[in-house]
């Protein structure tokens, strides 16, 4: 039987690699995430993971010995959060493009100026457009089912890229929570052994990564464009293989709470949902038909499902960890993409976003009354009054 | 809301960083034991891996479930514990402390003495001391690794072990008895419990668990 244990997002991170059986792990420190690399490193010690286990000098050196050992065959890992996942940037889009299906499991902080350990998912999202698998945790179990879930969508053979699973730093890698580990014999049966299809080989010599011509390079943007056209099958049949064998209970994309009758909906990745919930179960005893939705992935976008969910609903809010500057919408990302969803419904949801979280601040339930006022009032007005509100700087 | 008592640890990182978290945790699970609902964590906000930086750790009790684990610090402490008394000289301890609070010094020197570090020791209802150094002979044990880290020589070998066994005379709200299941220094817990020195002000409560001289 799978044991329950109490574990902070960072040990359930670290458990799961170690059932992945990673073969190469690259670390740098950087808090939060630090404590994932902790808990690996003396796994490796202590003989209980059999991977090998590097030293990086910065984030862009761990992004680069990953992206090796991946071409090389092996599984791999690396991880990082806030100043250093953007450090790491320069190798995004070449562990991408290489088709490279390895893991960086990160906790996220907030960016500088002037450095917070605070949560905020601007260092993972600024990632987006690179061509990695992201999605968001919302507990400790959820980090360590999706850290098994990502290696599974990412190595598919159909696939082949990267993955980020996040996780809200403190919030999830420093609370401790329950959390259902898994067999051996569960892991193997869910994620097969990976295979690189062509492996650096001092035997069978291959090139990875050449200098190509103008002429080749939109074929292979097509060709990563026309793959995440299929990552959403593949999504769905891996979530139904885990949600079988290890006994949960995920939707592929979205979960969606309360949803049915709902007049207004809060869409929130990430911790705060589990505020985001209690705040719906006590507006609705208020009598205000109030529900949830929260993607489990950025990358790929869940746009059918989210038009699906959400065309019913009279007014959306979508609360943004992530702050994009100048944005048509000026203030985060998910409202962005959340508009786009929703724009080809013949009667569509109206519309707004709510700054909150940023910096690692506590999102209060009377922060969510706050926002549902705003919202009701949308759909009393049949308008939305602002594109955006930044919670606790509004009148 | 739960009604729930606060409980902060001053400390410095690194060197007494365990020691810190040893008074919290050791206190914070002999409270659990007489069935009550416990917090103990980690400032997330402070240093801990750099050298005697001031760090916090919080103890939060309730006889209800405390429904919110998402606010990182104790805003409004009922007891305050430093495990280093030259933090008094430097930092507001007593900020946002709940009016008649409690404050607890490892120390050893008289009460009197550390007053004259504490501008704000008119909000206090109650301060003790205790002289933990003195005690365990030793400052601290070992530093075990923040997040994560190995924690190899057991909860409560250093000077935690008395500073949770004066925190328990003063506070009432543990058992000596339970401290003694957790501590490793159980000798050492028994001569803090013992050993501990209060004076009572005017705004000393009674409210505050069963407080005892």
């Known amino acids: 039987m799978a044991q329950e244990k109490m574990l902070t997002g960072c040990s359930a991170a670290a458990q799961a690699l170690k059932l992945a059986e990673v073969e190469v792990i690259c670390s740098y420190p950087i808090r939060p995430y630090t404590a994932i690399m902790m808990e690996l490193s003396k796994m490796v010690a202590n003989g209980e993971l059999d991977a090998e286990f590097v030293h990086g000098e910065g984030e862009h050196a761990q992004l680069s010995v990953v992206l090796g050992a991946s ?111 898994a067999d051996l014999k569960q892991v193997k049966e869910f994620l097969p052994p990976y295979s690189a299809p062509h492996p650096i080989s001092t035997t069978c010599p291959v090139s990875h990564g050449p200098q190509i011509r103008p002429d080749q390079g939109a074929p292979m943007d097509a060709q990563r464009a026309a793959t995440f056209l299929d990552l959403p099958k593949v999504i769905k049949e891996a979530t139904e293989d885990y949600n079988r064998i290890f006994g949960r209970n995920y939707d592929p994309f979205l979960e969606k709470y309360k949803l049915e009758d709902a007049e207004i909906a809060f869409f929130i990745q990430g911790a705060h949902s589990n505020t985001c919930r209690t705040a719906v179960d006590t507006l609705r005893k208020q009598g205000l038909k109030a529900g949830m939705a929260r993607p489990r992935w950025v990358r790929p976008w869940p746009t059918r499902e989210i038009a699906e969910a959400l065309g019913h609903v009279k007014a959306v809010g979508s609360i943004e960890t992530s702050t994009s500057y100048g944005g048509a919408m000026r203030g985060g990302n998910l409202i962005h993409e959340l508009r786009a969803s929703l724009y080809d419904l013949d009667e569509r949801p109206l519309t707004t976003s709510f700054m909150a979280g940023l910096g690692g601040e506590t999102i209060w339930p009377e922060d969510f009354e706050f926002m549902a006022k705003v919202l009701s009032q949308m759909v009393r007005e049949k308008r939305a009054q602002k594109y955006v509100y930044w919670i606790g700087f509004e009148e | ?156 070998a250093g000077i935690a072990a008395p500073i949770v066994g004066a925190m328990a005379r003063v506070t009432g709200m543990a058992k000596k008895e339970n401290l003694a299941k957790i501590v490793k220094d159980v000798a050492g817990m028994e001569r803090g419990y013992n050993e501990v020195k209060l004076q009572k002000f005017r705004k000393f409560k009674s409210s505050l668990g069963s407080l005892q001289g």
């Open chain 2, 1 to 156: 809301m739960a009604k729930i008592h606060e409980i902060t640890v001053w400390t410095r990182g690194v060197i007494m960083d365990k020691e810190g978290r040893d008074i919290a945790s050791a206190f914070g699970d002999a409270v659990a034991m007489e069935g009550k609902h416990v917090q103990v964590f980690d400032n997330y906000e402070d240093l801990p891996d750099r050298v005697l930086v001031t760090t916090r750790k919080y103890v939060r009790i309730s006889d209800e479930e405390i429904e919110h684990k998402y606010v990182y610090t104790n805003d409004h402490p009922d007891v305050v514990v430093v495990a280093e008394p030259t933090i008094v000289k430097g930092i507001n301890v007593l900020k946002g402390l709940k009016e008649g609070g409690l404050l607890i010094i490892n120390t050893n020197r008289p009460i009197d003495y550390m007053l004259q570090f504490i501008p704000n020791a008119d909000e206090l209802g109650a301060i003790a001391t205790v002289d933990a150094d003195g005690i365990s002979g030793v400052r601290t044990i070992d530093f075990s690794g923040s997040e994560g880290g190995v924690d190899a020589v057991g909860v409560g």
């Open chain 1, 71 to 181: 071409a090389c065959g092996a599984r791999a890992v690396t991880g990082s959060a806030g100043v250093g996942v953007t450090y790491a940037f320069e190798l995004y889009s070449p562990v991408a493009g290489g088709r490279y299906p390895l893991q960086m499991t990160i906790a996220d902080r907030t960016l500088d100026p002037p450095g917070d350990f605070g949560s905020e998912h601007t260092d993972a999202m600024s990632t987006r457009d690179q061509g990695w698998i992201l999605g968001w945790a919302s507990t400790p179990q959820e980090v360590f089912d999706n850290t098994l879930m990502g290696y599974r969508i990412g190595e598919d053979p159909r696939i082949m890229l990267p993955q980020m699973t996040c996780q809200d730093g403190y919030f999830i890698s420093h609370i401790p929570d329950k959390v259902k580990l």
